[in-house]
């Protein structure tokens, strides 16, 4: 079973920055793809990044301003996050996909989930 815990959420006015971490249970860190995706309030859950065998990928109203990356070291995921908007507000969520399978920003793509860590950006 893989476990996912998410931090580094929180509320910063427009233009700030945040970095969230998702730590990954150790034995199931790789080789597995793992991304990023948000769910705001009567919206559907989104992909916003995602790292498959070392290639990133982002959603188009991220980029520039996201970048994702991992420590393997510390099994740690990132989603550093520049030039915030009042629109990234969200619940965000790290995922990791089964073994051995791409996965991109497709949510139904990934098996694993954490519980989520709150993003609030004002205007």
């Known amino acids: 079973q893989v476990q996912l815990v998410e931090s580094g959420g929180g509320s910063v006015q427009h233009g700030g920055s945040l970095r969230l971490s998702c730590v990954v249970s150790?034995?199931?860190?790789?080789?597995?793809?793992m991304g990023w995706f948000r769910q705001a309030p009567a919206k559907g859950r989104e992909g916003v990044a995602a790292?498959?065998?070392?290639?990133?990928f982002y959603a188009d109203s991220v980029k520039g301003r996201f970048t994702i990356s991992q420590d393997n070291a510390k099994n740690t995921l990132y989603l550093q996050m520049n030039s915030l908007k009042p629109e990234d507000t969200a619940m965000y969520y790290c995922?990791?996909?089964?073994?051995?399978?791409?996965?991109?920003?497709?949510?139904?793509?990934?098996?694993?989930w954490g519980q989520g860590t709150q993003v609030t950006v004002s205007s």
């Open positions: 995922a990791a996909a089964a073994p051995y399978t791409a996965a991109h920003l497709v949510p139904h793509d990934y098996k694993y």
């Open positions: 150790r034995y199931t860190y790789s080789p597995y793809s």
């Open positions: 790292i498959d065998d070392g290639s990133t």
